[in-house]
T-cell receptor, first 114, second 112 residues
Framework: EPEVTQTPSHQVTQMGQEVILRCVPI?????FYWYRQILGQKVEFLVS????????KSEIFDDQFSVERPDGSNFTLKIRSTKLEDSAMYFC????????????FGPGTRLTVL | DAKTTQPNSMESNEEEPVHLPCNHS???????IHWYRQLPSQGPEYVIH???SNVNNRMASLAIAEDRKSSTLILHRATLRDAAVYYC?????????????FGQGTRLTINP
């Protein structure tokens, strides 16, 4: 069964450094998402992406964050200058159709900012 | 975003049925009821969804009240692998890339 993959599984970085989290969505999917989950808290939406454009973003997704689909398979989340509070699990998701179609999630990247 | 209310936690025994309730009294006519779950140290996983009628799939059943103000996710025979946080989420039935809005969910513990 096709699945969403994410790399790395764990990233440790120093405060102020840039990080890029990578995702490979399911191959024929068209809509892509990033969510994050701070330890012990609920899953929060960050951004949705379709047709090489951001469809929607949350208040969390400020100027320090950016997303890109650099080629036909990867979908990346960049944090320009990490802060301690960016430490969280970051989940990528994808879906084939818009609306209420099922979102398929990757296993997540644990980001630790020291 | 339409709101749902779930118990913080529930406990059940292995091989017994589990009924996970969700209240959504402010649901509108175009809202679909979705259930996702999150196993420990994993990403969320789709379980089931419905609009008005009860639904069954290989994972679970979804029973929707006639007034649609509440629903119940039914795991017919729980296994230890079903221990997870279960999220009841309302999604508007319109086109466009739609985010999922997660609440705190119900943490389900399965006793051997």
């Amino acid at each position: 069964e096709p699945e969403v993959t994410q790399t790395p599984s764990h990233q440790v970085t120093q405060m102020g450094q840039e990080v890029i989290l990578r995702c490979v969505p399911i191959s024929n999917h068209l809509y892509f998402y990033w969510y994050r989950q701070i330890l012990g808290q609920k899953v929060e939406f960050l951004v949705s992406f379709y047709n090489n454009e951001i469809s929607e973003k949350s208040e969390i997704f400020d100027d320090q964050f950016s997303v890109e689909r650099p080629d036909g398979s990867n979908f990346t989340l960049k944090i320009r200058s990490t802060k301690l509070e960016d430490s969280a699990m970051y989940f990528c998701a994808s879906t084939l159709s818009p609306g209420v179609d099922t979102q398929y999630f990757g296993p997540g990247t644990r980001l630790t900012v020291l | 975003d339409a709101k749902t209310t779930q118990p913080n936690s529930m406990e059940s025994n292995e091989e017994e049925p589990v009924h996970l309730p969700c209240n959504h009294s402010t649901i509108s006519g175009t809202d679909y009821i979705h259930w996702y779950r999150q196993l420990p140290s994993q990403g969320p996983e789709y379980v089931i969804h419905g609009l008005t009628s009860n639904v069954n799939n290989r994972m679970a059943s979804l029973a929707i009240a006639e007034d649609r103000k509440s629903s119940t996710l039914i795991l017919h025979r729980a296994t230890l692998r079903d221990a997870a946080v279960y999220y009841c989420i309302l999604r508007v039935g319109i086109q466009g890339a739609q985010k999922l809005v997660f609440g705190q969910g119900t943490r389900l513990t399965i006793n051997p």
